[in-house]
């Protein structure tokens, strides 16, 4: 049976007994799946079914749910019974849930933890999530660089049980000062006298605990690491931050820059699409699509201010949408591109010349494309429309041709320049959103395309 055909099949039992019965098939299945399968149990009942695993197991299980659930846990659960599973998740879950606790909540729970865990989430709660500190673990093994590979090995025995990761053994000095790394192939092909500094690697790549998360998560992703170093500022190794993680933190990048790239005000990192209110959407959304439909009265008054030839030469109303909608598109798709080049570090302000010769070109060449078809679908749907004798069906399926072309080169340029002027001024690219670009070349796309036309036609 899947993980999907057990969770449905949970989701319809009634009685928390029936759930109790499938403990023994959910204990040979891999974490993720057990807590994907009891996600959607009440609170009340799911602590009945966490009781029949062991307490190691009830700490990863609860670490998989989102930190709505987790929460919901908390605050149905005693204090007591709840430091029992607290004690048992991994240290940056921890250090997670313990930020989202109200300071009342997280006096109440402190008392109830050991000692060691007690100093663990205080330390780890005292950086910021948004830096290496805050998204790190503890669970890392250290040898010090006097050991022999014997006795490193007998270390890294002792410490296995209490480490998530122990591929990676890092090579510390009476201070716990960072100064290479040995892995777990190099201690056992050695020869047992062999000394860890002899064996070691002193070529290795860290990061501070003041480093941003997303640059963290790059240097993981660039060197292709299981987990990277963290040091405090006189070098001490304090962390770790494992690919897990890494991934995560690009995943909710990535999350965070689409909303902004939507024109959505980011709340925070935990949001939940179906566990947020309607009113909380509305709060989200409606500051850009209000401030922008406010700034579309400057297209209302271009429009109006060219009333008179649109009364002169009524097809031009006709095409208006298309050369907006084309341009809005053009700009979207450049503003896309860039964006992502800038979060993959690939340009930077510098490249701004770059930057608009290629998407001149691009956008040249689209133009073409779309000024013809602009051309063939005005000849093609027009043809029975009135048109003043002074101009011809051609003529002016050229001119309205040619503004869309020019439109697609601006609004392709404005798209691409827009997130580089951002970041020139220390902003986030994203918020270059696609609402304020199509906002700005509507606005841009009307000029010229009444402006060209008023030109040829003398309207």
Do not use: C
């Given at each position: 049976m899947s993980a999907e055909e057990l969770k449905d099949l949970?989701?319809?039992?009634?009685r928390v007994e029936k759930v109790i019965e499938l403990v023994p098939l959910l204990k040979r299945m891999p974490v993720v799946e057990v807590a994907e399968i009891l996600s959607d149990i009440d609170e009340n009942y799911l602590l009945s079914v966490l009781d029949y695993f062991s307490p190691s197991q009830q700490g990863l299980i609860v670490a998989e749910f989102h930190i709505t659930k987790q929460l919901e846990i908390f605050k149905n659960t005693s204090r007591k019974r709840f430091s029992l599973i607290f004690e048992h998740m991994p240290s940056e879950a921890r250090a997670d849930l313990f930020q989202h606790l109200t300071q009342q909540e997280q006096a109440e729970l402190?008392?109830?933890?050991?000692?060691?865990t007690r100093e663990d989430v205080i330390h780890l709660s005292a950086y910021p999530p948004e830096t290496a500190g805050g998204i790190m673990s503890t669970d890392f093994a250290t040898v010090r660089i006097d050991m022999t590979c014997a006795e490193a090995i007998e270390s890294v025995r002792q410490d296995a049980p209490s480490k998530k990761t122990i591929y990676y053994s890092y090579v510390v000095d009476k201070e716990m000062k960072l100064l290479g790394f040995i892995t777990l192939k190099d201690l056992i092909l050695a020869a047992p006298d062999t000394l860890v500094r002899d064996?070691?690697?002193?070529?290795?790549?860290?990061?501070?605990?003041?480093?941003?998360?997303?640059?963290?998560?790059?240097?993981?992703e660039k060197y292709d690491l299981v987990?990277?170093?963290v040091i405090n500022h006189i070098g001490q190794i304090v962390g770790i931050v494992t690919h897990e993680e890494a991934i995560d933190v690009i995943r909710a990048e990535h999350t965070e820059d689409m909303q902004k790239f939507m024109g959505i005000i980011e709340a925070n990192k935990d949001f939940d699409y179906l566990g947020t209110s309607s009113l909380e959407?509305?709060?989200?959304?409606?500051?850009?699509?209000?401030?922008?439909?406010a700034l579309g009265i400057v297209s209302g008054m271009i429009i109006h201010r060219y009333e008179s030839a649109i009364e002169k030469l009524l097809i031009l109303a006709l095409y208006m949408p298309m050369v907006?909608?084309?341009?809005?598109?053009?700009?979207?798709q450049a503003a896309t591109v860039v964006v992502r080049a800038l979060a993959l570090g690939q340009l930077s302000f510098k490249n701004w010349l770059q930057v608009i010769w290629?998407?001149?070109k691009i956008s040249s060449l689209l133009a073409i494309c779309l000024g013809l078809l602009a051309f063939g679908k005005v000849m093609f749907l027009s043809w029975e429309t009135d048109i003043p004798t002074k101009f011809s069906l051609s003529v002016v399926a050229s001119v309205i041709a040619l503004a869309l072309s020019l439109q697609v080169i601006s609004s392709t340029v404005i798209g691409a320049l827009l997130p580089l002027i951002v970041k020139r001024f220390g902003g986030d690219p994203a918020v270059a959103a696609s609402p304020?670009?199509?906002?700005?070349?509507?606005?841009?796309?009307?000029?010229?395309?009444?402006?060209v036309a008023t030109t040829f036609f003398n309207l």
């Open positions: 949970v989701k319809g039992f009634e402190l008392p109830y933890l050991r000692k060691k064996a070691m690697h002193t070529e290795f790549v860290y990061v501070r605990v003041t480093d941003d998360r997303e640059d963290v998560a790059g240097k993981i987990a990277i170093p959407h509305f709060k989200r959304r409606a500051v850009w699509v209000i401030s922008l439909a907006a909608d084309t341009g809005g598109n053009a700009g979207s290629k998407e001149t304020s670009i199509t906002t700005v070349v509507d606005i841009t796309g009307l000029l010229i395309y009444f402006g």
